[in-house]
């Protein structure tokens, strides 16, 4: 970008983009408190307006947080680092470890409001698992929650015919999560086809998420085939997009 470039952007979009460059250089270190409005007012001799416009940029792109009557400081939450393909492997899920595992190392990770229920299939689950439309399934809705912040929804549905009686109809599914326990009844999946949507988030989801205003969500549709090319868990995720770091890591 030239200086004249630069020159034409927004006032508040500069002030923003020298914020970010003292915290991507480490002059302002995470946790620390950034330049309050009145500050920022004085240096850049702007409205108070323009100067709450540049933190706001700064939040929106999850660099900074609003602590209540504190201020504005930078993020300490690490992005999570979702590695899409390992995560999934057999060897996984296979050996009792849950796909998160994979992500979260040493990190504390909770899931919470969780509710499993079953219900009719409206037309577009029952045509991503193969059902007539009004059959059975099988649906688990839980939130995860890393370090503290929310960082994901996720929805899971699965046929109640095959699935009903075993332990993924029950809150906690067990060592391996329903992957394993769908291998125990014959049914483990071998591929995953996984589709990424992004778009602005529902007045619910951004409660649920604690997300800032402006903040774009990540939505992962994955559905789980088994070796004759069945579908039979169809998984749909609502990520915070500044919580996360997309990784796809295979051979050319």
């Known amino acids: ?57 700064l939040r929106t792109e999850g660099l900074a947080e609003a602590r209540k009557g504190a201020g504005v400081f930078v993020r300490v939450f690490r992005p999570l680092r979702r590695r899409g393909i390992p995560r999934l492997s057999g060897e996984q899920w296979g050996s009792g470890r849950s796909v998160w595992s994979a992500d979260v190392e040493n990190r504390d990770l909770v899931v919470d409001q969780i509710e499993v229920a079953e219900t009719e299939a409206g037309t577009r ?10 059959a059975p399934v099988c649906v688990r809705s839980r939130r995860f929650v890393l370090d503290a912040k929310p960082v994901l929804l996720s929805v899971s549905y699965l046929s109640a015919e095959l699935v009903r009686g075993t332990p993924i109809t029950e809150p ?9 326990r769908l291998a125990e009844l014959g049914h483990g999946p071998v591929r995953f086809r996984e589709e990424i949507r992004c778009r ?11 997300l800032e205003l402006g903040t774009p ?13 069945v579908a ?15 990784e796809y890591d295979f051979d050319a």
């Open 217 to 229: 969500v990540v939505l992962i549709g994955r559905t789980a085939f088994t070796g004759p090319g």
């Open 172 to 180: 906690d599914t067990g060592p391996g999560g329903t992957y394993a």
């Open 232 to 246: 039979v868990e169809l998984n749909e995720m609502t990520l915070d997009s500044s919580s996360y770091v997309l």
């Open 125 to 134: 689950v029952a045509g991503a698992l193969n059902l007539t439309p009004g």
């Open 1 to 57: 970008m030239t200086d004249q470039d630069s020159a034409r952007r927004p006032k508040y979009q500069r002030i923003a983009d020298e914020l970010r460059t003292a915290i991507q250089s480490g002059a302002f270190a995470p946790g620390d408190r950034l330049p309050g409005e009145n500050d920022l007012m004085t240096t850049y001799a702007v409205a108070r307006m323009t100067a709450r416009q540049a933190l706001s940029v």
């Open 200 to 210: 602005m988030p529902t007045a619910d989801e951004s409660d649920r998420l604690a």
